[in-house]
């Protein structure tokens, strides 16, 4: 035992430590480089900043430096069709090169919508504007017409034409609307509305800038599509003919189509 205590205090000893600790931190350093080296720790390379540039470009881009890409589309409202809106990695992130960039355009088709009802259910200009910038449609020009309901939506219009609610439309669509000036001194002619089918009646009570008002179901009704006017409120009489624009015609209706209402 003393001999072995003995060669702990000799040059021999320490000398063997000493090569075991430089020879472990050798293989650690040694180690640490080559891994470094292997996954090229440091040299990525750094992303392109893609946002906002057109999506021909932006691939352009990304196979000169190296890159590979895949393209998802989502529409955006008032951003060019073709336009980069999203990336991943973000822009100046490093990264291997072949690494794949995931990039999201404006697509190039609109997708369509429904035309809401602004018109049957009295909306003034502002809650016309909500509504239909709700779903994606903005609002164009604006005319006034006589109408005893002042900034309420008389008409939609596009391209000049009358739209009905349910059309389809492209989403960003651009609309104009009709609205009413509040002057409702004027008179107009009453329509005679008795024999037509429900739709003409509505029909024909707008264009006659008035307002189609409570509807009465008469009898038992099994198709509400076919549907006939048997008396209206007001009606046209010899001492009543016209009435201010924007009063309201009360129908009553009843199962039938005009033609089997006899004049």
């Known amino acids: 035992m003393s001999n072995f205590w003995a060669y702990l205090k000799t040059r021999q000893f320490r000398n063997t430590i000493l090569l075991v600790v430089a020879t472990t931190i ?13 996954t090229r720790h440091g040299q990525g390379i750094p992303v392109p900043a893609l946002k906002g540039m057109n999506v021909d470009k932006a691939m352009a881009t990304l196979k000169e430096q190296g890159f590979n890409y895949k393209i998802d589309s989502v529409f955006v409202l008032d951003q060019p069709p073709g336009t980069i809106v999203e990336q991943d990695p973000d822009a100046g992130t490093n990264v291997k090169e072949n690494r794949t960039i995931y990039l ?23 809650e016309a504007v909500a509504i239909l910038s709700n779903y994606g449609i903005k609002v164009g020009d604006t005319t006034y ?5 002042r900034d309420r939506v008389l008409e939609v219009r596009m391209g000049g034409q009358v739209i009905k609610p349910g059309t389809k439309v492209p989403k960003g669509t651009k609309v104009d609307l009709v609205l009413g000036n509040g002057e409702g001194a004027s008179e107009v002619e009453i329509p005679e509305l008795v024999n037509l089918d ?4 509505k029909f024909a009570i707008r264009g006659a800038k008035l307002t189609v008002g409570t509807i009465i ?13 048997v008396s209206q409120s007001p009606m046209k ?11 309201r015609i009360n129908l009553t209706v009843t199962q039938g189509k005009a033609s089997d209402v006899p004049n």
């Open 145 to 149: 017409v006589s109408d005893i309901a």
């Open 198 to 201: 429900l739709d003409a009646a």
């Open 26 to 38: 050798g293989i650690v350093l040694i180690a640490f480089f080559s891994l470094s080296s292997y």
């Open 237 to 247: 009489i010899d001492s009543l003919s016209t009435t201010s624009i924007g009063t």
């Open 104 to 126: 999201t355009m404006v697509t190039q088709l609109a997708p369509n919508v429904s035309l809401p009802d602004v018109v049957t259910d009295q909306s003034i200009y502002r």
């Open 217 to 229: 179901y008469q009898g038992a009704i099994t198709d509400s599509a076919n549907v006939v006017v």
